[in-house]
Every structure is written in C-alpha cells, then in structure tokens.
C-alpha cells in the first residue's frame, strides 16, 4: 500500500536520508526498513526560520518501485531511413533520441568540438583572450547549456513531458535530486558526462554525430529542403532537417536570410552580470547572519520591476540566476565581449551572479532597419563590439560598482570577481544604450526595496549579458512544426525561438522529432 505524506522540516532533516526517515517514522508511523519516494522537495524561506517541505510516497509491505520508467532500449536504426539534424545542444541531442525511439537514423552536425576537447577553448578564452568562433560557452557538443550551468527549471509544462525529459538525463547519469527538487539543476562539472553518454546511445543505435562539421549552405529543390552541405564540401541528404542551432549561430541567420528562407526579428532581452558575495545573499534570503550551514544550499533569487523611461514601461528581470557560480566569457567571435553565468554542482563558489536584463523591443531598434529580419541581431552584436573596443579590445570586461553606477560615478576601485580574464572599470552608461542604462539604474533601487542588502557596492555589475534569448524568429506552421514556406525544415529550440533552457529547449527538440516522422517518415515508411 502507498501512501503520500506532506512533511515540513529543518534543512538538516530533510538533506540527510536517515534523518529524513526518522521524520517519516514518526510523521507515518513508518517501519526503519519501510521503502519510500521523494516526490518533491522545496525551501521555503519566507520567514526567518528556514524550513523544507518534502511531499514522499512511503511504501508499506510493498517495495519501492523503480525511480524511472525510462529504459533505454533503443532499435538499430543503421539502415532507417534518415534524419538530418544541425546542433548537438539539448534540441539536437533529444531529437535524435526522438528520431531513434521512432526508428529513424539521425545524422547529428556540430560545428564545434566533442564536449571535452572543447575545453581547451574554453581555457584559450579564459586565460589567453582567444575565440575560435566555432568552439566557445556557446558552441559544441551540449550546446551552451553545458558549460555555462545546466539548470532544469522550466515553465514550460505545457511543451512536452517535463518528467520524460528528467528521467532520459537521470538515465544517462544525472543525480536522482533533479527528479523532485524544485529547482533542479546538474551542474557545469557534471554535465559533460551526460552529454557524453546521450553521444553514446545515438551512436550505439546506429545514429551519427559528427564534430567540425559546420553546415555552410542548404540543398532546396521545389520549396523542399533535401540535405545540407558542410565546410567540408560534403553534401549529406535526409527525409528532414531539424534546424536547432542555438541563439548565437548568426552565420546561420544569414545563411537563411541570403537562400531567401523566411525568418523575423525577434525582441529580447540586454543587460549586465551583478556579482554579490553569496555570504551576502545567504544573508538576505536565509536570514542568517554568518555561514548558511551545512545542508542548505546557497541561495538564489528572482527578481521583477516595471521601469518606466521616457513615457514607455520597461520589463527588467533577473536572468538565470547563478549561486554559488562562476562569470564566464560568452563571445562567440573575436571582438565582442559577452558573459554568461555557471554554477557547478555544489554550488561552492564564494559569488552569487545573476543577469539582470531589460527587455528590447523591435521599436528600439532604430538605425539598424536596413538589416532587415536581422536588425535585433546586429543591434546585440554592436553593443557586444562595443564593450569590447572601450574595454580594449580583448575578453577583459567593463564593470562598475553597483551604487557608483546608479549614482553615475566611475568606480575608484573593482571587487574580486570570479570572471577569470579580469575586469575594468568604465562608466557603464557608456557602454549600453540609454534606455537600458535607465532601466537598470531605476531598477537595482527597487530591487534593494524587495531585498533588503541587495543594493549595495558591494557588488558589481559585468557587462555586457546579451545572449538571453535569439534576436531572431525561424517562423513556422503553428500545427505541423514546419517552416511556414520552406518544406521538410523544421526549425527547433532556443536558436528558432521556441525555447528558453535546457529542458524546454530538450522538449521541443523531440517535438519536432515526432512532426517530421508524422509529415514524412511513416508515409515513406508504409510505403
């Protein structure tokens, strides 16, 4: 018999599983050796003592049944009919198990590296200011998921199976905790080896994936996309293409825009890293006054406010928000500065980063109309050439003290920081366009209202955070999945706009799997 049990508990009970079942021995009178199930686990840290609320299933007189009900048995599929796919981020990746599941072989294309031979470009960033433009935080296999975070939150139930997706990471080596907490997330250090073993299984079922393998131009024949052609001059057809290329692939917008393939200007969102010492954050949110202690987690935050500039109401927003996390160099190209934020799986470093963003509009993009679809994209890449140039001219960033920069003073002195190629002080407002600036200073005042300590030099803004989302839309039929003219191509994921992370991106990877086998491959199939 299974029973559910609601239990409020102190974080060292609830993060210690023997303690945890003492709690349900005395809650539901359960036995020392009675099986039971997390279900869900959340902080609650809304008054001054923290607690946590753990929903478990306890199990009596039965035993526990498996925590998945993932297997991975998949088909051999060396002789399917194919699939092409271009990205090995987590739309590409999930696509190709979809295609596989369905019994279609996938042939998977990475521009970049393997996801450990791209540590060393990472290193090159990092400590020597060097961008190979085709293995970066944003590119190669994993995506830019891999090593700048790996969190699981989503708001995007309604996509797909949340808990599908969860169950394929915990399958291939993620931690039984992203199952249940609410919050889930993996980490930079642990997540490489999970892309590894998702590698694994498409290739053991008779998929492909290959690296260096840029995609510079598509074959059209008759509205119908019928394969890709590569750097390399090969020309690889398939029964579709799931085009799922992330958010900073602009050579691909342009490739797409030159063969005449629709695509939009999309609005996101531009802004700074802000750095805190975490002790500080723990602070505010755990109401504690020194170390947070050993079972709770260093805490995290998110953040809303409505700016108002020149008459216009402006969204700012706090943006994947990093405890115990690291500030890493997202450029994509020599000559840009981005950054991005990563936390590893401990969450043990002594800086909590967040981006802190503002939304822009297509009515902002005045002076860059000429570009056309891709007017949002060169907006964001000017601002990225810019911090660069004042910055001079490699992956050191701009930076500014938080109250210096909405008292408008140049900082006399920088904080420690954990972004590795430095920093330097410059007056931001310099750097990003007014109405962001505005938006910013208006709204870090607000957030220290809501949060008590936040708003303080004793934190730094780093600039400039302009990967949030694409600044272009692959448009396509709302139904079918598919591109809105050109046939057989069904753009996917966070690069066509569709999603915002890891697991949403992961969703619609499979979703466009399962259209392009409905529209195409059982046909094919029953022939």
Not at 2 to 15: C, N, S, T, V
Not at 105 to 126: C, H, Q, S
Not at 235 to 241: I, S
């Amino acid at each position: 018999m299974k029973k559910i049990f609601d239990l409020k508990l102190r974080p060292e009970e609830a993060f210690d599983e023997a303690r945890l079942q003492q709690a349900l021995q005395r809650k539901a009178g359960a036995g020392p050796n009675t099986a039971f199930r997390i279900v869900k686990r959340s902080i609650d840290a809304r008054q001054s003592t923290v607690w946590v609320r753990v929903q478990t299933e306890v199990f009596f007189n039965e035993p526990r049944p498996e925590l998945i009900q993932y297997k991975k048995n998949y088909p051999n599929v060396s002789n399917a009919p194919v699939g092409l796919v271009i990205g090995a981020g987590p739309a590409g990746l999930f696509a190709a198990l979809r295609l596989i599941e369905n019994g279609v072989k996938p042939i998977v294309f990475e521009r970049g590296k393997d996801v450990r031979t791209r540590r060393r470009d990472l290193a090159a960033i990092n400590k020597d200011h060097v961008v190979n433009p085709d293995s970066n935080y944003c590119f190669g296999e994993g995506g830019a998921g891999t090593y700048s975070d790996g969190k699981l939150y989503t708001r995007s139930k309604k996509r797909g199976d949340v808990q599908r997706i969860l169950e394929i990471l915990v399958a291939h080596g993620a931690r039984e905790e992203i199952l249940y907490d609410a919050h889930p997330h993996i980490g930079t250090n642990k997540l490489p080896k999970i892309v590894e073993e998702l590698r694994e299984s498409i290739i053991n079922a008779g998929g492909e994936v290959h690296f260096n393998a840029k995609v510079i131009d598509l074959a059209i024949d008759k509205g119908e996309i019928k394969g890709v052609k590569l750097e390399s001059g090969d020309l690889v057809k398939g029964e579709g293409v799931i085009l799922a290329t992330g958010h900073s692939a602009r050579d691909i917008f342009e490739l797409l825009q030159t063969r005449q393939v629709k695509i939009e200007a999309k609005p996101f969102a531009l802004g700074v890293r802000i750095e805190h010492p975490q002790q500080l954050i723990d602070k505010i949110q755990y109401s504690c006054e020194g170390d947070r202690g050993t079972y709770l987690p260093a805490s995290s935050y998110a953040l809303v406010n409505q700016a108002m500039v020149k008459g216009q109401k402006r969204g700012v927003f706090s943006f994947c928000m990093c405890p115990g996390g690291f500030i890493v160099p997202a450029a994509t190209s020599p000559g840009e500065i981005v950054v991005n934020g990563m936390s590893p799986s401990r969450r043990d470093s002594k800086f909590a980063n967040s981006g802190i963003v503002v939304a822009v509009d297509l009515n902002d993009l005045k002076g860059f109309e000429k570009h056309v679809a891709l007017a949002a994209m060169q907006f964001q890449k000017s601002i990225e050439q810019k911090a660069c140039a004042l910055a001079g001219g490699r992956q050191t960033a701009p930076a500014q003290r938080m109250v210096d920069f909405v008292e408008n003073r140049i900082s006399s002195s920088l904080l420690e920081t954990s972004y590795q190629p430095g920093i330097l002080s410059l007056d931001m407002r310099e750097v990003l366009p007014a109405f962001i600036a505005e938006s910013l200073r208006q709204s870090f005042k607000a957030f220290g209202k809501k949060m008590k300590g936040y708003y303080t030099n004793e934190a730094q803004i780093i600039g400039v955070e302009s990967r949030t989302s694409s600044p272009v839309r692959v448009p396509r039929e709302k139904e079918t999945l598919e591109h809105v003219e050109l046939k057989r191509l069904f753009p996917c994921g966070e690069g066509a706009g569709y999603a915002g992370g890891i697991v949403s991106a992961a969703m619609d990877g499979e979703r466009c799997a399962e259209a392009m086998i409905k529209q195409y491959i059982k046909p094919l199939m029953n022939k």
